[in-house]
C-alpha cells in the first residue's frame, strides 16, 4: 500500500469543515419540536459504541494475558528466536541518550540476535558526543548520522535505519523512553504466538506527580490503551502509537516504509498496515515508560501535531476505508471512532456559533454530553486495572473530573488545525516533543 501524500489536503479538509458546518447550523433550521432529535440520534448510537466497547470483556487470547492478569507468553528458545532491531531516531537529545542507550543495552535477549541503532538526525546539542562516547562503552551500539536538512522529519530518519538494519522485527522507541530488563523476552513471545503483524505497548507516564497536566496524561494513556484493546475485541481497529511499537519488516517494507510527508508516521502506518489486512496487537503489561510534557505550551504543540497527523490519515486513505478489504466491524468502529474525535468538536462549534448568530439554544449539548460521560467511564476502567510501571493516579471522583475536563482541550486543538489545514499550504516539520531527562526510578 503505498504512502498517503497529502495530496489535494486543502481542499478535502474544506470540505470536512464545510460539512461538519452544515451539520452543526442544520438542526437550527428545523421545527423547534425536532431540533434536538439528531444529537440525541447521534448521543445513542455513538454513545451506545463507545460503551460497548469499554465496557467489553478483554478476550485474553488477543491481549496476551491469562484469565488472572499474568501475561501468557512462550519462553524464548535461544538461536530459533527472531532477529529484532531497536531504532531510536534522535535528534537534540542529549538530556536523555546515556539513559536511553545504557538502558537498552541492559535487555535480556539471546546473543547476536538484538541489535540497538540510533539515528542523530541532525542534532545540533551535544547528542552526538554523547553517542560517540557510548560507542566506546557499547561496541554493539550502532549510530546513523543525517544532516539535519536530510528532509522527511522522524519519518526519514526511520527510514534511513530502515535501510542499514536486517531484523525480522524493528521496536521503535522514542529518546525518552524506559524499558523493564525483561520488556523484549515478554513482548517477542506475545507476537509471534499472536501472529501479530505490529505490537503497541501500552505508554506509561514516568512523571505522574509533577504537576495536574502529568497526572491526566498518566491517566489518558490508560484511558487510550483501555480503548484500543476494547476496540480489538470487537472486531474493530488498533493504532500504533510511535513510542514503543513492534513492527515486523517484511510487512513494513511491503507498506513502503515509513510515509515522509506525514507529521506523525505512526497513525498513517496503521492505516496502510490496516489496508493491508496486518494485524496489530495491543500488549498492557510491561509498558513502555515515557515523559508526559508539563507545561500547557508544550502540550499545545504535541497535540496540534497529533490532531493534524490523525486527521491527514482520513483524507489520505478514505477511499481504502470503505471497501470490501475491511470488515464491516473495522468500518463501523472507523466510522465511529472519526466522528467522535474529528467531526464532533468541529460541529460542535458551528453549533455555538449558529446559536449566537440565530439567538437560539445550543443543540449538539446531548451528544457532547455522552461523549464527557463515556470518557469518564474509560479513564475509570483504565485506571482501575492492575498494572507495572509507573502506578497510575487513582480513578476518584476529582481526577476523573479533572480528566474529563482536560479533554475538552480536543475541542480547541481539532477545529483549529482543521482550519489551519483548510488555509494554509502543507508545511512538514519535526515538531518534537523536548525531554527534559530527569532521573526516574524504573518501576516494574
Known sequence: MAAGTGNHRRGKTAFFLAA????????????????????FTLAVLLGGYGLR????????????????????????????????????????????????VERLSALRYPDRRLTLCVVDDGSEDHTPERLSELQSRFPSLKVIRRPRNAGGGKSGALNAALKQTQGEWLLILDADAQLAEDQLERLIPFATAGDWSAVQMRKAVTNPDTNWLTRVQAMEMAFD???QQGRLCGGGVAEL???????????????????EDTVTD????????????????????????EEAVESVPALW???QRWAEGGLQRFLDYWPGLFCRRLTLAQRRDLACFFLLQYALPVVSWADLLTSALS????????????????????????????????????????NLLLGIAYLSHWFVVIPWVT????????????????????EETLQV
Open 225 to 227: 490503551a483501555q480503548l
Open 20 to 39: 461538519c458546518g452544515c451539520a452543526g447550523a442544520a438542526p437550527h433550521w428545523l421545527d423547534p419540536s425536532r431540533s434536538l432529535i439528531p444529537a
Open 359 to 398: 439567538r437560539t439554544a445550543p443543540l449538539y449539548w446531548p451528544l457532547s454530553i455522552v461523549a464527557f460521560s463515556v470518557s469518564g467511564v474509560a479513564y475509570w476502567r483504565g485506571c482501575r486495572r492492575p498494572s507495572e510501571g509507573p502506578e497510575l493516579p487513582p480513578p476518584d471522583l476529582f
Open 419 to 438: 482550519l489551519r489545514m483548510a488555509l494554509l499550504p502543507k508545511r512538514l516539520v519535526w515538531a518534537k516533543t523536548s525531554h527534559r531527562g530527569q
Open 266 to 289: 505512526d497513525l498513517d502506518l496503521s492505516f496502510r498496515l490496516l489496508l493491508e489486512n496486518a494485524r496489530v496487537g495491543i500488549l498492557w503489561d510491561p509498558p513502555v515508560q
Open 241 to 259: 502509537r510511535g513510542n514503543g511499537e513492534l513492527l515486523r519488516r517484511d510487512l513494513l517494507e511491503a507498506c513502503g516504509g515509513f510515509n
Open 53 to 100: 466497547t469499554l465496557l467489553r470483556r478483554v478476550d485474553p487470547a488477543l491481549v496476551g494475558s491469562n484469565d488472572d492478569g499474568t501475561l501468557a507468553s512462550t519462553p524464548l528458545d535461544g538461536q530459533s528466536c527472531p532477529t529484532v532491531d531497536v531504532v531510536v531516531a534522535a535528534r537534540d537529545e542529549e538530556a536523555v541518550v546515556t539513559r536511553l
Open 301 to 303: 504543540k504535541q497535540r
